[in-house]
């Protein structure tokens, strides 16, 4: 049973470029939640995905901004990068009812330089 | 508003020693989930367990046991005589029912386990 994959691994960009990252929910699961997860400290929640749509977002700027497809599979893109967009970017992946425990992939390292 | 408090940033102690981890959370919610995650090294975070507002019993599971206090709004975490393998950093999170169940992670606690 395949968990969460995300890719690429690791990725480096320059301030003003635009990243696009990728993630598969774990079988069966059809909700996936973004999170970035700044050098020690906890995962900040992005946005979340259901059916297709945005169901819930944080407190992120609209540079940030998601799709998922039909297969549940879903990307994160960042436009106009910032050094301060350097983190890890967390997906995790649910059952849709709220409060479910989520599966979490090994995420991707974005480096702003 | 939704807040986690991890109050601990790092602990160190010596292997077969007990530790507590420290979870203190507020919300105005009624309805409400408690969990806690743990990120080793490798950085995927690994789910330990989930626990709802309407039910405080303790849990234990081997070596690992949960303390759930409504009254002090606290949820915290002991590792009975702990080893290496635990070293890692522990989240404690909170998913509520305002603000759509989105899950508010704590700074975390940095537990090192010392041979």
């Known amino acids: 049973d395949a968990g969460v994959t995300q890719s690429p691994t690791h990725l480096i960009k320059t301030r003003g470029q635009q990243v696009t990252l990728r993630c598969s929910p774990k079988?069966?699961?059809?909700?996936v939640s973004w999170y970035q997860q700044a050098l020690g400290q906890g995962p900040q929640f992005i946005f979340q995905y259901y059916e297709e749509e945005e169901r819930q977002r944080g407190n992120f700027p609209d540079r940030f901004s998601g799709h998922q497809f039909p297969n549940y599979s879903s990307e994160l893109n960042v436009n106009a990068l910032l050094l301060g967009d350097s983190a890890l970017y967390l997906c995790?992946?649910?059952?849709?009812?709220?409060?479910?425990?989520?599966?979490f992939g090994p995420g991707t390292r974005l480096t702003v330089l | 508003a939704q807040k986690v408090t991890q109050a601990q940033t790092e602990i160190s102690v010596v292997e077969k020693e007990d530790v507590t981890l420290d979870c203190v959370y507020e919300t105005r919610d009624t309805t409400y989930y408690l969990f806690w995650y743990k990120q080793p090294p490798s950085g995927e975070l690994v789910f330990l367990i989930r626990r709802n507002s309407f039910d405080e019993q303790n849990e234990i599971s081997g070596r690992y046991s949960w303390n759930f206090q409504k009254s002090t709004s606290s949820f915290n975490f002991t590792i009975t005589a702990s080893q290496v393998v635990d070293s890692a950093v522990y989240f404690c999170?909170?998913?509520?029912?305002?603000?759509?169940?989105?899950?508010?992670f704590g700074a975390g606690t940095r537990l090192f386990v010392k041979a």
């Open positions: 995790a992946s649910s059952l849709p009812a709220g409060g479910n425990e989520q599966f």
């Open positions: 999170a909170l998913s509520g029912y305002t603000g759509g169940f989105k899950t508010i």
């Open positions: 079988s069966g699961h059809d909700t």
